[in-house]
């Protein structure tokens, strides 16, 4: 299989790969040399080519064996897969391979991760392979795994991480380099910033461990707080939390419960995560693909997540073809008019695409506000209506030269000018208005600017065909 | 004008607003009294709204104001206007807002500011708008400016910050905190790591601040370095270096030259920016939007910006409407067929959407490879004859209904199953292709997709149609 998958992309590259941009693909060779090892059952040489690799390397490596290959790697040789494995890879996927480990490598697996990462790692997962995972703990860390996932869903207590490094905001740069000495067990092993709090753990600020080490010290913390703090309640989604670190370039921020206390911390790399599989969601949701879906799912499973779209782009389509029935009759009598009519209604659904994913983006960016909404709109007026005239004359032109009519060049033309501009107006109030109903946009919002450009580039092209032709 | 807008979004959405999901929205009111501040000509009131926001709010401020406001604005009160401001704005707004500013504001923001961020501030002006801020620099660092910018665009050089904390790596603990209390002024702002290099500069390892801070002061370096340690070459592509950060989970990474010598550091948050704007432009160049746009381009630019996407669409529906005109003679017979051949195409257009934007994201994430390429097409493939054929049960049964004949039925089912099979295909060939000839798969891959399912829609029902209905 594997020479026929290289033979169509060398013929399709004409035997050239992409280096420059591709610093960080995997070695070609390496999944065949795996899989050499598999197939012989050579244990020893998995641990030699798995041992040196990336924990996020192995996630993909896992990812991209076919099915097969990959339940007898894991059956020969599963001590590679570790916790930092597991939390890398998403969906059913690990699911799979959490089904397939024994359960003394699940263990070690799941004792050596921090709680956060234990949080993230179960919370996706079916309540039985929960439950397993949880009894590997001990009590306390098991504690404090189900208090993390007593938050809601998607929260900011569910990203955050427990241990938390903070000092009372009377002590000095001395106190501070004492203590963190005497605790480094206990220490994370990431960890930023300092926080201060006050007698009731209050965060009141942060100090940069930059600022600590360069200070000298008989220096209060006090001296050396950050202007960029900011608290971050645990119930916040965490797409908020995504969108903070982002706007306000923070790399780490303390969490804090409702009555202002000091829970935990998130760090920076987590809220990339965030910020990144958002957006994902966000581009695959334009496209009409469930924002959960992976390369990996099952056929079944994919056919049945990208159905919903495709039956609700059906309705739109039959809506569509309800108007062109009303016109059955002006149709019979001028052919050209089933030829021309698709692109209109085309063009329209295009213009209409381009709005609305300029929209949804700003929506999502907080950059399109009460505000700047009616300056926005005139403007996708704007564009719509000048795109619309170029593509008028254009089509004017071609219509008659195809088809000898002028008065048919005039109406695909009309036709047009209407649709391109229609197409600005419902491509930005269409996810406006959803967003403000809490429907979210980047899901919903192309269903109903196809129906309405659709709709309106069929009805007028054939209505004024009626009006002006026959 | 603002209580229009109000209006309209009161009126959809019955008077709620989002807080959940809205945590760092701007106040709706600050603009209405900036407004007033700027109408009533009154800077000290411009100064006590502007002062306690962050320079990523003022930033968003800037672009939501009406250009004539921010005119007023600027030239009423400039002082707010720091490079961090600055840094924040993008594109056709950075120049106008520069070009807005006094030259004492302008200095006092430029010598504000790091190399890293001058250079990101200047690279993208024009000419002589960057000569003229070069001009305000002290001229050792436009020295360390003019070097970065002899890096390519996008590149590694571009985005890292030149200000390196960096020790022998035969230092102890104590010996590297020594020296950052005695060159504490020269320390960067923002730093996580202390970098290890050898005699000839080369950077061998890094340690957290924390693991120094927690550590005792004998304690040589080596003892404490990182294992997730990676060199950035300067010359690799900004978004080949947002993956690393993402894959690799982190934080800091050193920037070394053709020889492996230290020349810079690239921190989480930059990578972070990097990221997003590559998402960003993936989303908008799948939609057919110039990746480079905003909400602030006049409407010129941005008409010209969307124009040759629909452009290509109009080739793209003409050759589908050249498909259509070779079956006049059958349309006039049964105009059925007319109302109903969008439908099939539409679909196929659909799916052929969904698997495209998959195939795109996974390229991107480099997911999709020689290794499984051939498992995600039969993939595809297979979810394309499964919705298929659902499909054209359904459509079967409403072509039956609605015309009452059994073989136009057929007709319409036959060709739905061919063309999300076809679309299926086309879906996840076309863009590893393009991939593979270095053509940006998420800009092109569109049009190509759509041709094919417009061409292949059409051709199957109306051909189908000739064959078993006249």
Redesign the interface.
């Known amino acids: 299989?594997?020479d026929?998958?290289?033979d169509?992309?060398d013929e399709?590259?004409g035997g050239?790969s992409?280096e420059?941009?591709?610093?960080?693909?995997?070695d070609?060779t390496l999944?065949g040399k795996l899989r050499t090892a598999v197939d012989i059952g050579d244990p020893a040489a998995i641990d030699a080519l798995i041992t040196p690799l990336?924990p996020?390397?192995i996630a993909?490596l896992l990812?991209?064996?076919?099915p097969p290959v990959r339940e007898a790697w894991l059956k020969l040789w599963p001590s590679n897969i570790d916790g930092a494995v597991l939390s890398e890879l998403y969906g059913d996927l690990r699911e799979e391979v959490i089904g397939l480990l024994p359960d003394a490598v699940l263990t070690d697996a799941v004792r050596d991760l921090d709680s956060d990462d234990v949080v993230d790692l179960v919370e996706d997962l079916e309540d039985d392979q929960q439950e397993a995972i949880l009894d590997f703990l001990h009590p306390t860390e098991r504690a404090a795994v189900e208090q993390a996932l007593s938050y809601p869903e998607d929260s900011a207590g569910r990203l955050m991480q427990r241990e938390v490094?903070a000092a009372p905001e009377h002590w000095t740069v001395g106190e501070a380099?004492d203590y963190?000495?005497a605790?480094?067990r206990e220490?994370?092993e990431?960890?930023?910033h300092l926080i201060l709090t006050d007698p009731r753990m209050k965060p009141t600020g942060y100090v940069?461990?930059?600022r600590?080490?360069?200070?000298?010290r008989k220096t209060p913390l006090t001296d050396l707080v950050e202007d960029?703090f900011r608290a971050i309640?645990a119930t916040?989604?965490e797409?908020?939390v995504a969108?903070?670190?982002?706007?306000?370039?923070l790399?780490s921020a303390p969490v804090v419960d409702d009555d202002g206390r000091l829970v935990g911390i998130i760090t920076?790399?987590d809220?990339?995560?965030v910020?990144?599989e958002a957006?994902?969601e966000?581009?695959?949701r334009?496209?009409?693909?469930d924002g959960e879906?992976?390369?990996n799912d099952r056929?079944?499973d994919?056919?049945k997540r990208?159905?919903p779209?495709?039956f609700v782009?059906?309705i739109?389509?039959?809506l569509?073809?309800l108007v062109?029935?009303q016109f059955?009759e002006a149709?019979?009598q001028i052919?050209?008019?089933?030829?021309?009519?698709?692109?209109v209604?085309?063009?329209g659904g295009?213009?209409g695409?381009?709005s609305?994913?300029?929209a949804v983006?700003?929506l999502a960016t907080?950059?399109?506000?009460?505000?700047?909404?009616?300056?926005?709109v005139m403007?996708e007026a704007?564009?719509g209506l000048?795109?619309g005239a170029?593509?008028a004359v254009?089509?004017g032109v071609?219509g008659l030269a195809w088809f000898g009519s002028a008065m048919l060049g005039v109406v695909i033309a009309v036709a047009m000018v209407i649709n391109l501009l229609v197409a600005g107006l419902a491509g930005i109030l269409v996810p406006?208005?959803l967003?403000?109903?809490?429907v979210d946009p980047a899901l919903a919002s192309g269903a109903f600017v196809t129906t309405v450009t659709?709709v309106v580039g069929?009805f007028a092209f054939l209505g004024l065909a009626v009006l002006l032709l026959l």
Do not use: C
């Open positions: 299989m594997s026929i998958e290289d169509v992309l399709a590259a050239q992409g420059a941009r591709d610093s960080y693909a995997l070609d999944l990336h996020a390397d993909d990812e991209q064996v076919s490094v380099i963190m000495r605790h480094k220490l994370p990431q960890f930023y940069t461990l930059g600590i080490m360069s200070s000298a960029s309640p916040q989604h797409d908020e969108y903070a670190f982002n706007q306000y370039h790399i920076i790399d809220a990339m995560i910020l990144d957006n994902e966000d581009i695959l334009l496209a009409g693909v879906s992976s390369l056929v079944i994919t056919t990208r159905f779209w495709l782009n059906l739109t389509a039959i569509a073809s062109i029935s059955e149709i019979a052919v050209a008019l089933a030829v021309l009519m698709p692109i209604a085309s063009m295009n213009a695409t381009q609305l994913t300029v983006r700003a907080k950059d399109l506000t009460r505000s700047n909404l009616m300056r926005v403007r704007g564009v000048i795109n170029v593509f254009v089509m071609i406006v208005v967003d403000r109903l809490k659709d069929f």
